[in-house]
Nanobody
Framework: QVQLVESGGGLVQAGGSLRLSCVVS????????MAWYRQAPMKQRELVARITIHGNTNYADSMKGRFTISRDSAKNTMYLQMNSLKPEDTAVYHC????????????????WGPGTQVTVSS
C-alpha cells in the first residue's frame, strides 16, 4: 500500500508564507515525476508546480517567483514553499505522483494525496 499525505496547510494573512510537505509512505523503490495541484471552491483542479525525478521543475505562470517546489528523494518527500500568498491562492492543495515503483516490483500510476487546506485572508 502506497500513500501520499500532505501537511503544512493553514490560515495565513496575505503576503505571508507557508511550506507544504507531501510524504510518500509504503514499500517505495522509486518515485518518478511529482506535482502539486490545487482546487479552489467551484473551480477545476489546476497544476501548481511539477518536479521530475531528476529535479527539473516547472510552474504555472501565476506561481512563478512566489512558489518553489523541491523534493528529498531519500525521505520520499516533496515540498512546496509558498511566499507572498494572495487570497486567490486559497484552495485545497494536493500532491500527485505520476508513477511509483514499489520494492515488490509493482508499478502504481497516478497517485493522489487527500489534500491540505490553504486559506489566505485579505
Amino acid at each position: 500500500q502506497v500513500q501520499l499525505v500532505e501537511s503544512g496547510g493553514g490560515l495565513v494573512q496575505a503576503g505571508g508564507s507557508l511550506r507544504l510537505s507531501c510524504v510518500v509512505s509504503g514499500d517505495i523503490f522509486e518515485i518518478h515525476d511529482m506535482a502539486w495541484y490545487r482546487q479552489a471552491p467551484m473551480k477545476q483542479r489546476e497544476l501548481v508546480a511539477r518536479i521530475t525525478i531528476h529535479g527539473n521543475t516547472n510552474y504555472a505562470d501565476s506561481m512563478k517567483g512566489r512558489f518553489t517546489i523541491s523534493r528529498d528523494s531519500a525521505k520520499n518527500t516533496m515540498y512546496l514553499q509558498m511566499n507572498s500568498l494572495k487570497p486567490e491562492d486559497t484552495a485545497v492543495y494536493h500532491c500527485y505522483a505520476d508513477r511509483i515503483l514499489t520494492g515488490g516490483g509493482l508499478t502504481i500510476d497516478e497517485t493522489w494525496g487527500p489534500g491540505t487546506q490553504v486559506t489566505v485572508s485579505s
